[in-house]
């Protein structure tokens, strides 16, 4: 491939340290688009799941695993408790409402000379209502939207495109309720911890709050990331009940087992409700400032310090950092020289972290990554982590390259070595097919957009590069689909480092379009840094 090492993006969402529109000043735009012929249509992940099964026998495999959906069902019940009867209350309401909104556009539609249309036909279950009722339903609801929207083999298309409506999509809790949290948790007056927090809050996401502030003392700039009230028991709540939907569809048709649905649901639970506790965040970016000091990067990149006699489970106060982030092209070269070796410094850090850190930093969207004003590379936001053993990172590696020199039978033994599978698996047709997947990437549609602003203290400039993301997430997709076909099944670590990856691409043809970030010399990988990190410690 001649520019990039793949071609890809991920979707870009709000930057918890970014800045709202409304607090920029008046914005120029400068668009560029590049236009390539559309994939090929692509079959449902389902459609291979048809083997037909004997049905006294698929009776009995039901009788046996009964007791055990029961089970299930009752622990997961008593772990929710009274907060699940709240959930279905606030549940019941949500659709009552959602179900007014229908019945008034219906009534305006019925009147019409043409016929019903066919969204007011499927009513809540149409893609328009069962969006608002995800937005109704809260953090929960609104990140399985997001979901959704990011999986166009396993959802039909006008589901995936409506649901691109719910990234960034956040309220603004009141500052009297943030205030209350953060007296409760720090236990004394905020005046005696704060110089100043600033009641408008820097950004707002779904599960979280972000303040900027004043240390008492010492004057230091820091930002206050705050839980939002009852964001927890919502979470709780809501993820159990989906886990326990998912385990009854799983009963009632077995043959979704081989998705992996419940163990979706689970990875899901378990990813969320971590982001909850910034003890934990606090930990992670802790860690990861050590690896920079064990490796003798901290001239080349940095995070955020945490203030531990300030931070708590539902708060976490950090050092204010200041930059822009890696799209933000027109700042970045003001700031440095070569935006091509800021990418590499950044590359060079987060590859090394894969295994010379505890965790690696595993959503590095633009808004968590950073050019600083001193020309380091800053990472912020440490909420969602990966842990990668050698063995899959060494297959990963493999799988890179491959994809870099277009080897697909070593693409094909690379994922092979990856997932876990009970059964040979036929490596030169696997390789064919993964060499008919990749054939498209090609033909993405690539838009850049670049918009620029300037404040009297600051300069804030965005720039994104814009693929069509049903493509993009299905081109993804199709990997996992044809290599669960073989009887693969791949580690969490593989859809989160393929996540980064995407990111890194991204910004690689804004800030260095002829950089190939798998093959560049420059650019050292994480394996080779394992061994001198053993030696430094």
């Not at 007056?189 to 950004?203: G, K, R």
Request: with cysteine; net charge negative.
């Amino acid at each position: 491939m001649a520019v990039s090492a793949f071609r890809g993006a991920g979707y870009g969402r709000l930057p918890l340290f970014h800045p709202t529109k409304a607090q920029l000043p008046a914005m120029s735009t400068t668009v560029c688009s590049r236009k390539f012929n559309s994939l090929p249509s692509r079959t449902s992940v389902f459609a291979r799941y048809s083997q037909p099964q004997g049905f006294s026998t698929r009776i009995q495999d039901r009788v046996q695993d009964l007791p055990k959906l029961v089970e299930d069902i009752i622990q997961t019940s008593l772990n929710t408790g009274p907060r699940g009867a709240l959930r279905l209350a606030q549940g019941i309401q949500a659709v009552i409402g959602v179900g007014g909104e229908w019945l008034a556009d219906l009534s305006k539609t019925a009147n019409a000379s043409t016929g019903l249309p066919t969204q007011m036909q499927l009513g809540l279950l149409s893609p328009l209502y069962l969006r608002r009722l995800f937005e109704r339903m809260g953090a929960t609801y609104i990140k399985l939207g997001q979901l959704i929207a990011s999986a166009p083999t396993l959802f039909p298309e006008e589901y995936v495109q409506e649901f691109q409506n719910c990234f960034d999509r956040a309220p603004v809790v009141p500052f009297e309720e943030i205030e209350a949290i953060l007296r409760e948790d720090l236990g004394r007056p905020l005046d005696s911890v704060y110089e100043y927090v600033d009641p408008v809050p820097i950004a707002s996401a779904s599960i979280a709050q972000v303040h900027g502030a004043r240390l008492k003392g010492s004057q230091q700039d820091v930002v206050i990331k705050v839980l939002k009230p009852g964001i927890e028991d919502i979470l709780v709540a809501d993820l159990n009940f989906v886990y326990i939907v998912a385990r009854i569809l799983e009963f009632l048709n077995p043959e979704l087992n081989r998705t992996s649905l419940v163990g979706i649901i689970r990875d899901i639970r378990e990813s969320m409700l971590e982001e909850v506790d910034f003890q934990k965040e606090a930990v992670n970016i802790e860690s990861f400032s050590r690896y920079l000091e064990d490796m003798g990067l901290t001239r080349q990149a940095k995070a955020p310090a945490v203030y531990r006699h300030c931070s708590t489970r539902r708060v976490l106060t950090m050092e204010r950092l200041y930059g822009v982030p890696l799209t933000d092209l027109d700042s970045i070269r003001s700031l440095v020289p070569s935006p091509e070796t800021s990418l590499i410094t950044a590359l060079n850090v987060w590859f090394g972290s894969l295994l010379a850190c505890e965790t690696f930093h595993a959503d590095v969207h633009a808004g968590n990554l950073w050019l600083l004003r001193d020309g380091r590379i800053g990472f912020l936001d440490f909420g969602i982590v990966g842990r990668i053993s050698p063995k899959t990172w060494g297959a990963m590696e493999i799988f890179l390259t491959s994809i870099a020199t277009e080897e697909y039978e070593a693409m094909a033994s690379a994922l092979t070595e990856m997932g876990a599978t009970d059964k040979d698996v036929d490596a030169k047709a696997f390789a064919r097919d993964l060499e008919k997947i990749f054939s498209s990437i090609q033909d993405l549609d690539t838009e850049i957009v670049v918009a620029t602003a300037r404040g009297p203290n600051t300069a804030a400039v965005s720039a994104n590069l814009v693929v069509d993301e049903r493509q993009m997430n299905a081109l993804f997709l199709d990997v996992v689909r044809v290599s669960e076909s073989y009887g693969l099944r791949f580690p969490r670590e593989f859809a989160l480092l393929m996540k980064q990856l995407l990111y890194f691409d991204r910004y690689t043809r804004l800030l260095a379009p002829e950089l190939n970030m798998l093959q560049d010399q420059r650019i050292t990988i994480a394996s080779n840094r394992r061994i001198s990190s053993r030696e430094r410690v």
